[in-house]
């Protein structure tokens, strides 16, 4: 099955329409007017995160499916299990990205009890952020969608299994960030 040669790989969207026999022409279609009509929203991973995961599940094949947002369905469904997505800039791979539930950023609901915990013990502030964020979570999908500046073909996806995103958190981020440049040495690609 397909899902086994891109689990913990590095691909591009052209590549994984390739495998499954993707028609991309519409999708380039809508890609090229976004881009050109609206270039600021294009480029803002928050403003294109839903029709980037539509798009991606359509190139799936049917291995993925949409999920949705927030907390009672993850953003992607491969069969049974629960996968999230997010996005990193191509242009600055070296940078940690946001990994860790949104609620754990800027003033969403979890940051204020999640730095209480971190002033009384570093494991249960840790274990908070992990049951809020990472446990059910099966396999994680980062996109280079942030600042997105490229064809459509050229989108770079990485597909991991939770654990290894696991092993590649920047423990100064207190756990809510991943280390790009480590999972990039970590995973092959297709």
């Known amino acids: 099955m397909m899902q086994h040669e891109i689990v913990n790989k590095m691909f591009t969207m ?11 022409s519409r999708w380039k279609l809508r890609y090229g007017l976004d881009r050109e009509l609206s270039p600021r929203s294009f480029a803002s991973g928050r403003a294109n995160y839903i029709w980037i995961q539509e798009l991606i599940c359509y190139v799936s094949g049917g291995m993925w499916d949409y999920g949705g947002q927030g907390k009672s369905e993850p953003d992607f469904w491969m069969g049974e299990d629960w996968c999230e997505a997010k996005a990193y ?6 940078l940690n990205v946001d990994v860790a539930a949104s609620s754990f950023f800027a003033n969403n609901c979890k940051v204020k009890d999640h730095k ?14 992990f049951k809020h964020s990472y446990d059910g979570n099966d396999y994680y ?21 939770t654990d290894l995103l696991i092993e590649c958190l920047d423990p100064k981020s207190h756990f809510k960030k991943v280390n790009m440049s480590q999972l990039f040495d970590k995973v092959g690609r297709i």
Not at 14 to 24: F, P, S
Not at 89 to 94: A, I, L, R, V, Y
Request: net charge negative.
């Open 89 to 94: 800039d191509k242009e600055k791979p070296h």
């Open 14 to 24: 052209g590549q994984l329409a390739e495998k499954t026999g993707a028609d991309l």
């Open 141 to 161: 999908l980062l996109t280079s969608t942030r600042n997105l500046d490229c064809e459509l073909e050229e989108i770079e996806m990485v597909f991991v299994e």
């Open 116 to 129: 209480a915990l971190l002033e009384e013990s570093d494991t249960a502030a840790k274990n908070f952020l």
